[in-house]
């Protein structure tokens, strides 16, 4: 008897129906990757990343973390993105935070937590950089939704910033970092307006994302 027999039930209803649908493509699948989109995103359950973007499994390289960080000292998503750009050759750098964002929530209340309290630590240095926006709302779930906004541009700033993105544009490679945000109660993405394809545009894109963010403006 398996445990979890459930969820074993899935997966072969899973597999069964994607055979139905296109006998070859498991047969496909295994052969080789070739993925142009890299998707940084949280852990949250509820922000399946293939199927919020409509994609197959083969179409997006993902990687992970709560609140979606891209922190310097973190050899695992350092190491997902140099996979990703040196050997996968994606074109495109997707960080995708959430609304609601329980990380985002739990730093900005700064209640210990545990082991994780290390790893918000980072969320709330992006919080103590704009203190004078955060001042200015005083509603609890607009505060949280505004830094899960804000830390998504500061993700993508050090994505920008890491040195395997820095050499493939050296080389002359394709390639964008995107920051878009998730509507769970919609269901929809939402561009935040900041897209860097070379590293010289970084400082003014920034500068007019965390405007937009600042005015309440949210690119569709």
């Known amino acids: 008897m398996h445990i979890l027999a459930g969820v074993f039930e899935n997966n072969r209803r899973w597999a069964r129906t994607m055979q139905e649908q296109e006998p070859e493509f498991f047969k496909n699948l295994s052969k080789l990757q070739t993925p142009e989109y890299l998707w940084i995103g949280c852990s949250d359950s509820r922000v399946p990343a293939n199927d919020v973007v409509g994609m197959l499994p083969g179409q997006l390289f993902v990687h992970r973390n709560v609140a979606n960080m891209v922190v310097h000292t973190d050899l695992n998503c350092l190491s997902v993105i140099q996979y990703a750009v040196d050997v996968l050759k994606v074109k495109h750098i997707i960080v995708c935070g959430h609304y609601g964002c329980g990380g985002v929530r739990a730093a900005l209340s700064g209640a210990p937590l545990g082991l994780i309290d290390n790893w918000l630590r980072h969320v709330q240095d992006v919080r ?13 779930e607009q505060r949280n939704n505004k830094l899960c906004e804000i830390n998504i541009i500061e993700q993508v700033v050090n994505v920008v910033r890491t040195t395997m993105v820095g050499d493939a544009w050296r080389r002359g490679q394709s390639l964008a970092v995107h920051g878009w945000i998730y509507d769970i109660q919609q269901g929809l993405l939402r561009d935040l307006g900041l897209a860097i394809t070379h590293p010289e545009m970084l400082a003014d894109a920034y500068d007019a994302a965390l405007s937009r963010i600042a005015q309440g403006q949210r690119d569709t």
Do not use: E, G, K, V
Not at 130 to 137: C, D, E, G, R
């Open 128 to 140: 103590d950089r704009h203190t004078s926006l955060f001042a200015a709302i005083a509603d609890p």
